[in-house]
């Protein structure tokens, strides 16, 4: 019996047939005989054909997600058999091509130096295969425009381009062999680090450009047939560069624009206690760490060279005010407004310094189903608004595949600021938002509770478990043990459109549940 979605045109995704995709995972099948045929090469000598087939494979490799994504085949199993055709192609072809050309040679030079050679090799091996088992995990939570990291197919790039750069060259000095072996720890390094490069994911193949533009196209193919090691090997070593280099802009441009701001509240500062002092007015001074983490417990503040006054009393009120909007309980006593005002002026974490406004929540404050995502994205800090965009507009039609409309549901997030360039939240900032988002279900008041994405999951459960196994049971969260169902995060639905069923199930889940809470509650089993 197929279980059909209310009447709002949304029609659950039928079951797939067993089977693979031909089309995709031919080119995948292309990336896997590509490095194989690389390490053969490495190992006959012939170091610049399996250079060749490095660049070819990472061609292959480009091709197949993109195939997949175009004509709507993507599959669990393309999504594992890209990973383990990249870790061969991307991680042992380079290291044994590298391992091959040069210890080899660099042995001569004594035991040692051949020794550090086949670690450096390893070395670069074992953090593709960190950088990959790190993408999969965060597949579906992270910001489709960038990589955390250097991709692996760069980073073989790098490493095989200059091997068969010096190749070309007939290099075979101990100096350039020391540079490979280096050129191999470094770009294995760049691979397990957080700089961010861009990924091209989200360019548009139809977007128009002006005609001047095409006349790069045969001019980048005429400068790449001209020279291929050398070319190829600049043009990925330059984008290797660009992650570092970029964090590096970044903080210095930051730093600019926050020291000037600094500088002037200090001034302000310093001459707003000259004139409480030349009043007679207490000057007190904020605490460094809030109330509930003082162990001293006394308070924290510095005289003027007058007694109290009115201006005292004032000024302890404020600072009594400050305390009480820092203490982690005040959250429980706030009504929407005063707590829709608390968010707005919130600075318990750095983020406040860094988000154009918050993210308070939006929809039915009466609502009996409640929707929680992890942050908010670029696009949400904009508008002050949860869930918009086309994740937003995907979230809405789970919503009216429930029979329900947006406006019936209330929706919030873990965290009411955006984390800077869309990284996953930190503990301490989750733990500092938790009071604001514990107050909002408990003024809802919601049936049920759904958990959108994996690191909305996790933190509302407090737990490290895979959402893969958060997925079809019943959780609690809160003093009140609010009812709670784990589902994707729209934006992974996006990306992986053959994960939908999954989410239909989770749909499915929560209506039931919905259903008998409510018969629960109206005859009395639930307050």
Not at 98 to 105: D, E, F, L, P
Not at 368 to 383: K, L, S, V, Y
Request: hydrophobic share 45%; with cysteine; charged share 20%.
């Amino acid at each position: 019996m197929t279980t059909e979605s209310p009447a709002t045109g949304v029609v659950p995704p039928r079951p797939r047939s067993r089977g693979v995709y031909l089309l995709p995972n031919l080119f995948t099948t292309a990336v896997l005989f590509s490095g194989f045929y690389a390490i053969v090469a490495a190992t006959d000598g012939n170091f610049d054909r399996a250079g060749m087939a490095i660049f070819i494979a990472m061609v292959c490799d480009g091709l197949d997600g993109r195939i997949a994504r175009w004509t709507n085949t993507q599959s669990d199993f393309g999504a594992q058999f890209d990973s383990l055709s990249d870790m061969v192609a991307f991680g042992l072809a380079p290291a044994v091509v590298a391992y091959q050309w040069g210890v080899a040679r660099i042995a001569e030079y004594g035991f040692l130096w051949g020794r550090l050679g086949w670690i450096a090799t390893f070395f670069y091996a074992a953090c593709v295969a960190i950088r990959l088992a790190r993408f999969n995990t965060k597949v579906d939570t992270a910001d489709k425009r960038f990589f955390e990291g250097l991709p692996s197919p760069s980073g073989a790039a790098v490493l095989a381009g200059f091997v068969w750069m010096l190749e070309s060259l007939q290099r075979e000095g101990l100096r350039d062999l020391i540079l490979a072996f280096a050129v191999a720890l470094i770009a294995g390094s760049l691979m397990v680090s957080r700089f961010r490069y861009l990924s091209g994911k989200d360019l548009d193949p139809r977007m128009r450009i002006p005609v001047a533009f095409t006349v790069l196209v045969p001019l980048g193919f005429v400068l790449v047939g001209s020279s291929p090691p050398e070319m190829l090997f600049a043009l990925f070593a330059v984008y290797a560069s660009s992650g570092p280099l970029w964090w590096a802009w970044r903080r210095l441009r930051r730093g600019r624009r926050t020291r000037p701001k600094r500088e002037a509240e200090r001034m302000v500062d310093a001459r707003q206690a000259a004139y409480l002092q030349a009043l007679g007015v207490d000057v007190y001074v904020p605490r460094s760490s809030p109330p509930w983490q003082d162990e001293g417990g006394g308070e924290q503040r510095g005289r003027g060279a007058g007694g109290g006054g009115a201006g005292g009393r004032a000024g302890g009120a404020l600072a009594r005010t400050d305390e009480k909007a820092l203490h982690p309980d005040i959250a429980a006593n706030l009504g929407w407004d005063e707590l829709r005002a608390a968010v707005a002026g919130c600075q318990l974490c750095d983020l406040h310094a860094t988000r154009t406004q918050t993210v308070f929540g939006v929809g039915n404050r009466q609502a009996r189903w409640m929707f929680i995502g992890e942050a908010p994205g670029a696009e949400e800090d904009r508008q002050g608004e949860p869930f918009v965009g086309r994740a937003g507009q995907l979230l809405t039609s789970m919503i009216r595949a429930l029979g329900l409309r947006r406006e019936d549901v209330f929706i919030a997030n873990v965290l009411k600021c955006r984390p800077p360039d869309n990284r996953d939240p930190k503990p301490g900032e989750v733990a500092r938002c938790r009071r604001y988002l514990e107050r909002q279900v408990a003024l809802v008041n919601p049936t049920l509770v759904i958990a959108v994405g994996r690191i909305a999951a996790q933190n509302l459960l407090a737990t490290e478990t895979p959402i893969a196994k958060l997925r079809g049971k019943v959780h609690s969260f809160g003093a009140q043990a609010w009812p709670v169902v784990v589902t994707y995060h729209p934006a992974y639905l996006l990306r992986s459109p053959g994960e939908k069923r999954k989410s239909w199930q989770d749909l499915l889940h929560a209506r039931q549940l919905f259903g008998r809470l409510e018969q629960e509650s109206a005859c009395g089993g639930r307050a």
